[in-house]
């Protein structure tokens, strides 16, 4: 079983950036694909950004596109999110997401299995 830690949260000012970081413990995450998901007060969870295993595919939301990056690094077992331009409206609790490999990587809370807790983005006008 994995266990996912996210970290890189935080207050942040209209067009700044940030970096997220999702961090696993109890097993490798080379062979899990890895969503990033964001839930806003009163809305449902969504889905962010994706990358897939070994191929190293990815996916992303159109409201984030040109704006989010997700990369991974299996020597230091994380996954990154890194998020440039940030508006308002991507204030929100984030969390990262793995499921066992599969051929493409989904932005559906369905597909996946582990969760990390999440951490807030406050972002500023």
């Known amino acids: 079983q994995v266990q996912l830690v996210e970290s890189g949260g935080g207050l942040v000012q209209a067009g700044g950036s940030l970096r997220f970081f999702c961090a696993a413990s109890?097993?490798?995450?080379?062979?899990?694909?890895i969503g990033w998901f964001r839930q806003a007060p009163g809305k449902e969870r969504e889905g962010v950004s994706c990358?897939?295993?070994?191929?190293?595919?990815?996916n992303h939301a159109d409201s984030v596109k040109g704006r989010f990056t997700i990369f991974r690094d299996n020597a230091k077992n994380t996954v990154y999110l890194q998020m440039n331009s940030l508006k308002p409206e991507d204030t929100a609790v984030y969390y990262c997401?793995?499921?066992?490999?599969?051929?493409?990587?989904?932005?559906?809370?369905?597909?996946?299995?582990?969760w990390g807790p999440g951490t807030q983005v406050t972002v500023s006008s």
């Open positions: 109890g097993s490798t995450l080379e062979t899990y694909n």
């Open positions: 997401a793995a499921v066992p490999f599969q051929a493409m990587c989904s932005l559906s809370i369905n597909r996946y299995k582990y």
């Open positions: 990358i897939s295993s070994f191929v190293r595919t990815t």
